[in-house]
């Protein structure tokens, strides 16, 4: 089935440092979406993205939907303790109301 | 705005019996929530679409007869897995989708259950 491709799957950094990830796919989507997962927790979405090149930023979380539609990054700048957790890119394929799930990047960050 | 509540938020059950989960949308109608199932360490699976007063729609290789969904009013869809066993012990997680803008859906807080 239809799968999205994110990368990288894990990150350790130190706290301050910028970090990015992208999320790929083999077909055009119409949206994108960017969830945290903390442990334990449901989803949180951080940043919705509708429209091919569109960047947008939600405080130090910045998002950009790709111009060819298939990929799309996040980064986040000076990296925080509360931004430990798990990541996924997500979006319905084309015509359908569903969402796929990337394998998510769990983010660790050293104090 | 945009919260999704689960109840309960854990549960822990014999082998052989049912549990009920709801997933109730607090400020916001839904004609259309999502049913997933989250493995430690992995991503989320769907496992159902929920519509408002019709029949669910099953992913492939979910048993419609063991994950009976019910979502009888715009607020309200309930999961039941009927006869548990412990390879259904999971993180299992509902999403709402909003009426005002398509495909963005919002997550309750997952329920924890394991099966003995």
């Known amino acids: 089935g239809q799968q999205l491709n994110q990368s990288p799957q894990s990150m350790f950094i130190q706290e301050g440092e910028d970090v990015s990830m992208n999320c790929t796919s083999s077909?055009?989507?119409?949206?994108w979406l960017w969830y945290k997962q903390d442990p334990g927790e449901g989803p949180v979405l951080l940043i919705a993205l509708y429209k091919a090149g569109e960047l947008t930023s939600n405080g130090r979380l910045t998002a950009q939907f790709g111009i060819t539609r298939k990929d799309s990054f996040l980064n986040i700048s000076a990296s925080i303790p509360s931004d430990v957790g798990i990541y996924f890119c997500a979006g319905p394929p084309q015509g359908a109301q569903k969402l796929v799930f990337g394998q998510g990047t769990r983010l660790t960050i050293n104090p | 705005g945009a919260v999704v509540s689960q109840h309960p938020s854990w549960v822990i059950c014999k082998s052989g019996t049912s549990v009920k989960i709801e997933c109730r949308s607090l400020d916001f109608q839904a004609t259309t929530m999502f049913w997933y199932r989250q493995f430690p360490k992995q991503s989320l699976m769907l496992m159902a679409t929920s519509n408002e007063g019709s029949k669910a729609t099953y992913e492939q290789g979910v048993e419609k007869d063991k994950f009976l969904i019910n979502h009888a009013s715009l607020t309200l869809s309930t999961l039941t897995v009927t006869s548990a066993h412990p390879e259904d012990s999971s993180f299992y997680i509902c999403s709402a989708e909003g009426l005002a803008i398509i495909n963005e859906q919002f997550f309750g807080p997952g329920t924890r259950l394991t099966v003995l």
């Open positions: 077909s055009i989507f119409n949206t």
